[in-house]
């Protein structure tokens, strides 16, 4: 069992979604459609702005681990978590193998390492949470049970920093080194940030309704000084926004920054009870699927975008309509057997509730 989902956290989920559908429109605009260099600065711009899909996602796990209210069953969470997020990962992998007919080595390998498609490494790093569980939860009442969280969440900055700040260099580089992006001690603290906003909920959501001020200043002075890291480490003639990083010390100040402003974003259009809060909610029941699938539809409507047209009008468009076919899609896909398989959802799941967790009597081991 787990408690109630705050609402404002299914409009998070739904901006995160839709950010990373962004960030797919714009690499494929900028790195095989050469715009000109003033489309180029406006492109990395807007791409910085929607650079906090992972970050969020990872903090929204956290969240949603932290309200584990009862003894855990790992057999049969780690079996849901099987059909939710593993089977869905297998089935669009294969699909995307289908267009770059790797050998059964290389095959084996991008799967472990989300490599079939250049999206699926989150898979790869989240799901390490969710084996970690059994230690995690414990930990989190722990925390709570002392007051500890503040103290918590300061030596974990600390620590992210210094790491995220070692790491930093050989990120980009072509070593296995590099790959230490996609394990779970890359996004811990965004994890643990979750998790203590899921404990302090009501202090959490004053704290960062009172902090908007200044976190918005703050938030445009990173995001100035992460532009200017951008434009001053590579010619605005031949950008390249793989560059941008989440594992440098700017950008954990950034997104950090900006995850405190989204939940407040999030709090408002749940309070306005708006069509956009309405649509919101709905692609929230999608996400994963669509998520996973995006690049699959994103590349069938590459063709059919006029070159002719600004380059950023061409990622507007693309964006439109791949959001539009994978949520689409998933919500189709829902009614029919195939669920479980592209979307890792049931047919029953909106009416039948799946007993992940089982409350343990005092003495009898798991």
């Given at each position: ?13 739904s901006l995160a979604f839709l950010a990373v559908v962004f960030q797919s429109a714009l690499l494929y605009v900028m790195n095989d459609r050469y715009p000109h260099a003033e489309e180029a600065i406006m492109i990395s711009i807007l791409f910085q702005v929607v650079k906090f899909s992972a970050p969020v996602f ?309």
């Amino acid at each position: 069992m787990i408690k109630k989902t705050p609402a404002e956290l299914s409009v998070m989920k739904s901006l995160a979604f839709l950010a990373v559908v962004f960030q797919s429109a714009l690499l494929y605009v900028m790195n095989d459609r050469y715009p000109h260099a003033e489309e180029a600065i406006m492109i990395s711009i807007l791409f910085q702005v929607v650079k906090f899909s992972a970050p969020v996602f990872v903090f929204l796990v956290g969240f949603h681990i932290a309200q584990q209210n009862e003894a855990i069953h790992y057999s049969r969470y780690m079996a849901h978590k099987w059909r939710e997020l593993i089977i869905p990962y297998i089935t669009w992998s294969s699909i995307y193998f289908v267009f770059s007919h790797p050998h059964a080595w290389e095959a084996m390998k991008q799967l472990l390492l989300g490599e079939a498609a250049p999206h699926l490494w989150y898979v790869v790093m989240i799901i390490q949470f969710h084996l970690l569980i059994g230690a995690i939860v414990p930990f989190f009442r722990w925390l709570n049970e002392k007051k500890y969280w503040k103290l918590f969440i300061i030596v974990s900055a600390i620590i992210y920093m210094s790491f995220v700040t070692f790491i930093s260099p050989f990120v980009q580089s072509k070593s296995y080194v590099h790959y230490i992006d996609r394990t779970f001690l890359s996004y811990f603290f965004y994890f643990g940030l979750g998790g203590m906003a899921a404990y302090t909920l009501p202090a959490w959501r004053k704290f960062v309704i009172r902090a908007i001020p200044l976190n918005t200043f703050l938030f445009l002075s990173l995001f100035i000084f992460v532009g200017y890291e951008l434009f001053t480490s590579q010619s605005i003639f031949s950008i390249d926004l793989t560059t941008i990083t989440y594992l440098k010390p700017s950008m954990v100040l950034y997104v950090t920054s900006e995850i405190f402003l989204l939940y407040g974003l999030s709090i408002t259009i749940v309070q306005t009870k708006s069509l956009l809060y309405t649509a919101l909610r709905f692609v929230s029941r999608y996400t994963y699927g669509a998520y996973i699938g995006h690049v699959f539809f994103l590349s069938m409507f590459v063709s059919i975008i006029p070159t002719t047209m600004y380059s950023l009008l061409q990622a507007v468009m693309l964006f439109a309509m791949t959001t539009i076919a994978s949520i689409g899609i998933c919500y189709m896909i829902h009614a029919t057997p195939f669920s479980l398989l592209f979307i890792g959802q049931a047919r029953e799941r909106r009416t039948i509730s799946i007993p992940i967790f089982s409350k343990l009597k005092k003495g009898v081991p798991s």
